[in-house]
C-alpha cells in the first residue's frame, strides 16, 4: 500500500483551492485566450502533483516531488 498521498499534502490543497479561485475571478473576463492560457497555468500545479502520485514506487514518487528521504 502507497504511504504518500498527494491529497494529504499542504501543497496540493492550497494549490487546488488557488486554481479554483483563479478560475472564479476569471469568469466573466473577455479575453478568451488569456484566460485559457492562465487557467491552464493555474490547473498545471496540482496535476503535476498527483502525476507524481501515478509512480509505482513512494522513492520514485518522492524523486518527482522533489522530496527527500
Do not use: H
Amino acid at each position: 500500500m502507497r504511504q504518500l498521498s498527494f491529497e494529504k499534502l499542504d501543497v496540493w490543497k492550497k494549490s487546488s483551492r488557488l486554481a479554483v479561485d483563479i478560475v472564479k475571478s476569471l469568469n466573466g473576463c473577455k479575453s478568451y485566450g488569456l484566460v485559457d492560457q492562465i487557467t491552464r497555468s493555474a490547473l498545471s500545479v496540482p496535476s503535476n502533483i498527483s502525476e507524481g502520485e501515478e509512480r509505482e514506487t513512494v522513492a520514485e514518487s518522492a524523486r518527482f516531488l522533489y522530496l527527500r528521504n
